[in-house]
């Protein structure tokens, strides 16, 4: 049997739908599940163009107690459902599975062109094991063109993922969003807050993770956190606020944290050709923590306040080619004496090659304001303050090498 959301929006011509009262939803094998053309299930299929699904008015709150069966989403928008919007929802998922899964659960799991999801909260929460994503964006296809899933919005939305276990059998990584290849998306002014509890790497939380090209992140609060308030411990779950894998993103004006965790990284950029500009990024609560890891070529950092509490600190840690890094600030916000390491830039990769550095301020580091090769790089008027023996800029040894090895990091 349908249940009465899917009922409502399957029998309703009219373009707009809205929605009234509280909706309760409750998933197990025995439902019905619309089959897209991937191996997800959605419960409530959208299946036609311009239609906009109005909750102003309403609550909708799901139980599913089956994801160990097969990936299933909520929401599951179909390739030719094109121009479809979400407007002023209120969701809240609670996954009751009786095991440990590998499977995905998608609050919303969309494969149409201009899909935009606007005003919504969304929250999603489980005591088990269970890959989740607020909201899957699946393009499918690595092209520029106006093709499945390109052109997807997300605006002024509150997304919550708490994942809390006390045991740890199978890899699991809950995101806020999740981009799969899909080209001129943009999220701007969003809350995100993504917690996932583990025993190391095999367990993460993500807030943002992107592969398409052309993508904007504006205005965004990015949380990530691993449920490790103390920060002493390597064997806990990992935080990587926002990852990028694709070309020409744009990640401007966004409050990004990775906090307690085991590793911390605020932004995980291996896209080539993005801009990175006024930012506010966190790394805290760890004891390997980065602001910026950036593996993409010919990125602009520039105009950034960077700061962590990682006592074994490498703020921007750089192997990349042809990138700018400029005016920025650079802060450790612990005592240089409880930090077994710390540097503001660390770019002691072989591709580390062309790069320009320049008028950043970097204060509070326990070893070095820049660890970097000159002979392939510009390196100019860096100022550092407040770092008692620290040198501003110095050329890696193997001593120093060996000590920011993160094999070579230690729980306390």
């Known amino acids: 049997m349908m249940n009465q959301l899917e009922e409502l929006i399957e029998n309703t011509e009219a373009n707009e739908i809205k929605l009234h009262g509280t909706y309760k939803i409750v998933s197990n094998e025995n439902n019905h599940f619309a089959v897209g053309k ?34 299933k989403s909520l929401f599951f928008i179909q390739p030719e459902a094109r121009n479809v919007e979400f407007r002023n929802l209120k969701i809240r998922v609670y996954l009751k599975n009786a095991v440990h899964t590998e499977r995905l659960f998608a609050l919303i799991y969309n494969t149409a062109y201009a899909t935009k999801i606007n005003n919504c909260l969304f929250e999603v929460y489980t005591d088990r094991q269970v890959n989740v994503a607020a909201v899957y964006n699946n393009g499918n296809h690595d092209t520029h063109m106006n093709t499945r899933a390109d052109n997807f919005t997300v605006n002024n939305c509150n997304i919550t993922i708490l994942c809390k276990t006390e045991e740890y059998e199978k890899e699991c990584t809950v995101y806020g969003i999740y981009n799969n290849l ?26 943002i993770y992107t592969n398409g090209r052309f ?23 990992y935080a990587e606020a926002f990852i990028n894998d694709g070309l020409y993103s744009i990640i401007s004006s966004n409050n990004i944290v990775s906090e307690w965790a085991g590793r911390s990284v605020g932004l995980k950029n ?28 010919a990125v602009r950092i520039t105009g950034n306040i960077l700061t962590t509490t990682s006592r074994n600190a490498r703020i921007v840690d750089l192997n990349a080619l042809h990138c700018v890094i400029a005016d920025n600030h650079l802060e450790v916000l612990m005592p240089p004496s409880e930090c ?22 970097i204060r509070n580091v326990k070893d070095s304001g820049i660890i970097m090769n000159e002979k392939n790089n510009v390196i100019q008027n860096n100022r550092l303050f407040d770092s008692g023996d620290a040198v501003a800029l110095c050329a890696a040894d193997e001593t120093l090498i060996a000590k920011f090895d993160e094999r070579n990091i230690k729980s306390y």
């Open 182 to 207: 899909a080209n001129s998306i943009c999220v701007s002014d969003t809350y995100i807050y993504v917690a996932n509890k583990g025993k190391g790497e095999r367990q993460k939380a993500v807030g």
């Open 270 to 297: 291996s896209g080539d050709y993005a801009i990175v500009s006024g930012n506010k990024i966190l790394s805290t609560h760890t004891i390997c923590g980065r602001c910026i890891e950036n593996t993409g070529n």
């Open 340 to 361: 077994p390491s710390g540097c503001g830039i660390y770019a002691t990769g072989d591709r580390c090659i062309g790069n320009i550095v320049h008028d950043n301020v």
């Open 215 to 237: 993508g904007r992140f504006v205005n965004n609060n990015i949380k990530a956190n691993g449920l490790h308030n103390l920060g002493f411990d390597k064997e806990e779950a």
């Open 38 to 71: 991937s191996c997800m299930k959605g419960l409530i299929p959208i299946n036609r163009s311009d239609v906009v699904i109005e909750g102003s008015d309403a609550e909708i709150e799901a139980e599913i107690y089956d994801c160990d069966l097969r990936d």
